[in-house]
């Protein structure tokens, strides 16, 4: 195992509205290079989204290794808008 996955291994983070973009731009990188054949380089999304290269690659490691799901249900989907419904009011 290399040192940057030992690395993204069992560490934990929290969301919070200061660090809710890394977790975004580390979404798209992940889902794009899932759903398209024509991917940037994370050296792209990183400056685009503002984070350190290492910062990016990290999360996107975090992602596949603990298991995020990279397809949703509808029914799924519908819960979570709800949701941000109930919290934005």
């Known amino acids: 195992m290399t ?3 030992g690395d993204a291994v069992g560490r934990s983070f929290v969301i919070d ?9 580390a979404g798209v ?9 024509v991917f940037y380089t994370n050296s792209r ?4 989204g503002g984070l350190p290269l290492g910062e990016l690659n990290q999360l996107e ?5 603990n298991d995020f ?4 249900s509808p029914a799924e989907m519908q819960r979570y808008a709800e949701q941000l ?3 934005s009011s």
């Open 3 to 5: 040192k940057l996955s």
């Open 17 to 25: 509205s200061f660090n809710i973009h890394h977790l975004v731009i």
């Open 29 to 37: 990188t992940v889902a794009n290079k899932s759903f398209s054949d």
């Open 45 to 48: 999304y990183a400056k685009v």
């Open 61 to 65: 490691l975090q992602f596949l290794l």
């Open 69 to 72: 799901r990279l397809v949703i």
């Open 85 to 87: 419904v109930l919290f």
